[in-house]
């Protein structure tokens, strides 16, 4: 019997791979050389496009070098009233609130940041990347280009799209929802969280190896059910984590102390 659901799904990931080679190249690339350097690579997203952010880093078969930037005001914890969608999606909609949230983040020139969003529509994610962009740093959409065909909202003129440097199409189509139901006006089950994240899993992969050319490996989060691995091994990555944090930190500290005093 087929399914309803995974069979259409593999289809549009299955298209994605291919319409999106090229992209993957550039954009693994980018991120090689940023954790090349000692740089990190951020991770940006709001409402479910902060589902992707929190499956690539810290997860079994992630390494260190990552940091999601997680905004708990950006993320939804109830369906209504405080830490509810409705505040949420307001909030992401609106224009110079993410600056406010990126200012004491360790955002570096020379890193890189991938961010994701279906619409690419939302001020949280276009403030973000030209945000990024004006800090030196290499920016990576995660979005649907079928939603391209609508006009921008933002301020700036610009989607998501528009402001990155390197564009990667999860091939979700506008409405998101991917089963049409008998019966039913509207059709079901999304597919542009799912797809974001097999996206961001493939540039995990591909950096990987463009990284191990170079004779690079960083510490691998493995699952202590394995042979041979212990919590320890996952604390001892988190140690790692921690000090690459902090050498961002002092580094970025110029920067933070600028944006406070308003010289920015």
Known sequence: MSTLYISRLLALAEK??????????TASSAI?????????????GSGHSVLPV???????GSYVGFNPLTDPR????????????RELLWLE???????????HQPLNAGDSIVIFGHSGRNASGIDTALYAKKRGMTVIAITAKANLDKPATHSSGKRLADA?????????????AIVSIKGW???????????AMMMMHELVATTAQKLADRGIELPVFASPTIAGV??????????????????????????????MAGKD
């Open 93 to 103: 909609r609106t224009e110079g609130y993410a600056e406010k949230f990126l200012d």
């Open 230 to 259: 212990t919590l320890h091994d996952t604390d001892t990555i988190y140690g790692l984590y921690r000090e690459r944090m902090l050498d961002a930190q002092t580094k970025h500290l110029p920067q933070f102390k600028a944006s």
């Open 54 to 60: 929190q499956e690539t880093y810290p997860r079994y």
């Open 164 to 176: 990155a440097d390197i564009v990667i199409d999860t091939g979700a189509p506008i409405e998101d």
């Open 32 to 44: 090689a050389e940023t954790l090349a350097r000692s740089g990190l690579v951020h991770l940006y």
């Open 74 to 85: 950006l993320m939804w914890h109830n369906i209504l009233g405080a830490g509810g969608v």
């Open 185 to 195: 006006s509207r059709p079901v089950a999304g597919s542009s969280t799912v797809l």
């Open 16 to 25: 994605a791979a291919g319409a999106n080679a090229e992209a993957f190249d």
